[in-house]
């Protein structure tokens, strides 16, 4: 089966295990591109469990992450984040047809790493006596997924560049706070996970670039359009500017994430990787 069309069948699975071990196993580059096929979206994407139970951000509480059960709810909504970023990489992989090969290419490498970040957080997680799907969660994440998927250009906007980025500016914070906590494992893992993440923006930012190039648009003008017309969250800060730098967000990107943006009217900005999780 070619790659797209293997995308669409993991995105489709609805257990979380088996969708990430599934795309682990997945040799992408043994698989042909169809970059033109024009697939059919079926009922139930993506597929999902029925735990986590889904609730709206405000209703996730923030608990210390000093006890037990604060740390357990913050690696649970990490393990929630990466089993999103799966679908999300998945979709971007099976979605939008006449991309180059590369693209597909990049998206399905992406959904692999973000299967094995799910593994390792899924496995840490069960340390504290506690399965993904244990706690509620958000679905912050595909809501922006859904409203971009008529616009590739959208897409790599606000998603790997707007919320995926997040993830970027809240690793020190994370890192820090299960450091604080005595998990020395856990924070090592969030540094493993960073440098791939780093990658993962990068992809988005190369995508996004070659599109602007190709629709002959302006990225920054554009990008401030798309915020707009999607309703994409006003980012508050901090940035982990070296990050993004390293993610290949150029000066006049940085510029405008910062003060003359964080003044505009302020927009709910839900807690997935546009602010870390908080559960």
């Not at 608990?63 to 679908?87: S, W």
């Not at 560049?161 to 997040?166: D, F």
């Not at 554009?222 to 707009?228: D, H, K, P, R």
Request: net charge neutral; hydrophobic share 45%.
């Amino acid at each position: 089966m070619p790659l797209r069309q293997t995308a669409l069948a993991l995105l489709l699975n609805p257990d979380p295990h088996a969708k990430a071990a599934a795309t682990l196993a997945t040799d992408a580059d043994a698989l042909p591109v169809d970059t033109q096929a024009l697939l059919a979206e079926p009922p139930g994407l993506p597929g999902r469990p029925a735990q986590p139970v889904l609730v709206a951000p405000r209703l996730l509480a923030p608990r210390p992450a000093g006890t037990r059960e604060g740390r357990a709810a913050l690696l649970h909504a990490l393990t929630h984040i990466e089993f999103n970023a799966i679908n999300l990489a998945l979709d971007a992989c099976w979605r939008f047809p006449g991309m180059p090969e590369a693209y597909y290419r990049d998206w399905f490498l992406v959904a692999r790493e973000e299967a094995g970040h799910f593994c390792l957080l899924r496995d840490h997680l069960a340390a504290l006596d506690t399965r993904y799907g244990d706690l509620p969660a958000h679905d912050g994440l595909w809501e922006m997924a859904w409203r971009t998927r008529q616009d590739v250009l959208a897409r790599m906007a606000l998603v790997p560049r707007t919320l995926e980025a997040r993830g970027l500016d809240a690793s020190p914070g994370v890192r820090q706070r299960l450091a604080s906590a005595g998990d020395a494992a856990g924070a090592a893992l969030i540094d493993r996970l960073l440098q791939d993440e780093i990658g993962h923006v990068a992809i988005g930012n190369r995508w996004f670039h070659h599109l602007c190039a190709r629709q002959g648009v302006d990225p920054v003008t554009t990008y401030a359009g798309l915020c707009i017309t999607y309703q994409a969250p006003v980012l508050p800060g901090p940035f982990n500017l070296p990050a993004r730098q390293a993610a290949g967000f150029t000066a006049s990107e940085l510029s405008y994430l910062l003060p003359k943006r964080q003044a505009s009217p302020t927009r709910e900005v839900n807690r997935n990787k546009t602010d870390g999780p908080s559960e």
